[in-house]
């Protein structure tokens, strides 16, 4: 597989949850993490959260610590973005990336070689 595919994202009110699915399968060795990011309109991309295969550590940023989750599936295929108490802020479209960034580099997108295409989160009630 040469890039990572997301899916899952849709249209949710405000307090709702969706949640993010990445495949990732052929880039979980311990060298890979695996990012998510997201750009609104008018606004340059931003860091999400990260996950490490090497000791599967994570990483997030401010503006969604608490709410929401990154995880992975035991055949190390797949990574999920568990999303809850979504605000309109959230609104964006919601990007997977894969890399071998070192630790200083796990939340910059220069981190990442790989990037899924893409999938929108609209919150809006």
């Known amino acids: 597989q040469e890039q990572p595919v997301e899916s899952g994202g849709g249209l949710v009110q405000p307090g709702g949850s969706l949640r993010l699915s990445c495949n990732v399968s052929g880039r979980t060795s311990s060298s890979h993490s695996t990012g998510w990011f997201r750009q609104a309109p008018g606004n340059d991309r931003e860091f999400v959260a990260a996950f490490r295969w090497n000791g599967y550590y994570s990483y997030y940023a401010d503006s969604v610590k608490g709410r929401f989750t990154i995880s992975r599936d035991n055949p190390k295929t797949t990574v999920y973005l568990q999303m809850n108490s979504l605000q309109p802020e959230d609104t964006a479209v919601y990007y997977c990336?894969?890399?071998?960034?070192?630790?200083?580099?796990?939340?910059?997108?220069?981190?990442?070689?790989?990037w899924g295409q893409g999938t929108q989160v609209t919150v809006s009630s």
């Open positions: 990336a894969s890399g071998r960034p070192i630790l200083s580099a796990v939340r910059s997108i220069g981190g990442y070689t790989a």
